[in-house]
């Protein structure tokens, strides 16, 4: 089966990471891979998708409303390469490829990675009235599904809810790697590193995460802090921590394509995201065994048990990331033990393998419903 997937773009985010880490688990003998994408320049998962056995096309558009005129292009891409199933991400992408579908005549499957309210009104309102043209609809957690029928109670497409996974044989602990690390950011054998990956994004509200971090210092002056990624806010925040006099205390390490060695550094990763989908780069954390510290931003609750795979507050009482990180930076045995069951809790439910398969049925269960 010839499956296209389209988005907007191959950056680093949570959505693009998965397309090269499922593609490298698919059944090769019952699929062949497209993947189209539109802002050339954010471009991080081309390799690693050709590198897998994907075919990569970029159709370069400067903006969403260039995106959309991409349509008669695309469709001719479907024609020409007997494509059978589309399987669209994140909004703008979506909604083309509900247009796409209706030209062609091709099956549309779009995966529902955020909460509706996490979008701009346009975006949320062109992505609502087009949905029931898809022929599925996946949402990334019950939270993400929850959303989308209370923005759109006349929601008639099919919805199946497949939770995101990650390949947890890939993301392991590697100490060698997380020391090497240690020693390059210049923290020393006693530091306590609190971490976190993210695009710089509103929603991460990293502004909150590097307030919490001064008030964690100052109550843990061993704590050193570690963000990793890239985003529209960095000059925001680096003026923050600038600001703030927290440049020897907190380091921004940039886009990084490997991060396991920084996850492997990490004695504790923290989030304070005011909503979500479901966190990939959560999920690879617990895998590579970090206790983790959040809020309960939308489907994180899905996978964080309360004292038993990580702590976790709510969206509003983010004073209390202080006092759990305190608490856990002073307590290597609970840190040992939210690790290890973290590290259980994704390999017992949140398997990349579980949700491949699960897609996999569905790319032939939405096949045979269409002929």
């Given at each position: 089966?010839?499956v296209l997937?389209i988005?907007k ?5 949570g959505a693009?990471t998965?397309?090269p880490?499922?593609?490298?688990l698919?059944d090769?003998s019952k ?5 189209i ?6 471009n991080?998962?081309?390799?690693s ?5 994907g075919?990569v096309t970029c159709?370069?558009?400067?903006n969403?409303?260039q995106l959309?005129?991409?349509?008669a292009?695309v469709?001719q ?6 494509i059978e199933l589309i399987?669209?991400?994140l909004?703008?992408a ?5 247009l796409?579908g209706r ?16 979008y ?10 087009t949905l029931n043209?898809l022929?599925t609809l996946?949402c ?6 929850a959303?989308v ?6 929601l008639?497409?099919?919805?199946r ?7 947890h044989r ?6 060698e ?8 950011l210049?923290?020393g054998d006693d ?5 976190t990956?993210a695009v710089?994004?509103f929603q991460?509200?990293l502004n909150?995460?590097?307030?919490t971090?001064r008030?964690?210092h ?7 802090f570690v ?5 529209p806010?960095k ?7 600038r600001a703030?006099g927290l440049?020897?205390?907190i ?9 396991r060695p920084y996850?492997s550094a990490m004695?504790?990763y ?6 979500e989908g479901?966190?990939i780069?959560?999920l ?7 206790p983790v510290?959040t ?13 038993t795979?990580?702590?976790m507050c709510?969206?509003d009482?983010?004073?209390n ?9 002073t ?9 290890r069951?973290?590290?259980k809790r994704?390999?017992e ?8 398969s699960?897609?996999?049925?569905l790319?032939?269960e939405?096949?045979k419903?269409?002929?």
């Amino acid at each position: 089966m010839k499956v296209l997937h389209i988005i907007k773009s191959l950056g680093r985010g949570g959505a693009e990471t998965l397309l090269p880490e499922t593609l490298k688990l698919h059944d090769r003998s019952k699929f062949e891979f497209h993947y189209i994408y539109f802002l050339p320049w954010k471009n991080q998962m081309e390799g690693s998708i050709e590198s897998a056995g994907g075919r990569v096309t970029c159709i370069p558009a400067n903006n969403n409303l260039q995106l959309l005129a991409k349509t008669a292009r695309v469709s001719q891409y479907v024609r020409e390469h007997k494509i059978e199933l589309i399987h669209a991400h994140l909004p703008w992408a979506g909604v083309l490829a509900r247009l796409v579908g209706r030209r062609t005549g091709v099956p549309v499957i779009y995966t529902e990675h955020n909460k509706q309210e996490r979008y701009h009104f346009a975006t949320r309102i062109l992505n609502l009235r087009t949905l029931n043209l898809l022929d599925t609809l996946i949402c990334v957690s019950s939270d993400v599904e929850a959303s989308v029928r209370k923005h759109k109670p006349s929601l008639s497409a099919p919805v199946r809810t497949i939770l995101n996974g990650v390949n947890h044989r890939h993301y392991q602990r590697d100490p060698e790697k997380g020391s090497a690390v240690r020693r390059d950011l210049g923290f020393g054998d006693d530091a306590i590193i609190i971490g976190t990956i993210a695009v710089f994004r509103f929603q991460k509200r990293l502004n909150v995460w590097i307030d919490t971090a001064r008030k964690i210092h100052q109550r843990l002056p061993n704590a050193r802090f570690v963000i990793v990624g890239d985003g529209p806010l960095k000059n925001e925040l680096t003026e923050q921590v600038r600001a703030l006099g927290l440049e020897n205390i907190i380091v921004f390490t940039g886009l990084q394509e490997e991060t396991r060695p920084y996850l492997s550094a990490m004695d504790i990763y923290m989030m304070s995201s005011i909503f979500e989908g479901l966190p990939i780069a959560l999920l690879e954390a617990m895998a590579c065994g970090c206790p983790v510290v959040t809020t309960d931003a939308g489907g994180i609750k899905e996978v964080i048990r309360y004292n038993t795979d990580g702590l976790m507050c709510t969206v509003d009482d983010t004073d209390n990331l202080v006092e759990m990180v305190c608490g856990l930076g002073t307590n290597p045995i609970e840190r040992e033990r939210l690790a290890r069951n973290a590290r259980k809790r994704i390999e017992e439910s949140f398997s990349l393998q579980s949700m491949v398969s699960q897609l996999e049925s569905l790319y032939f269960e939405v096949k045979k419903r269409k002929r």
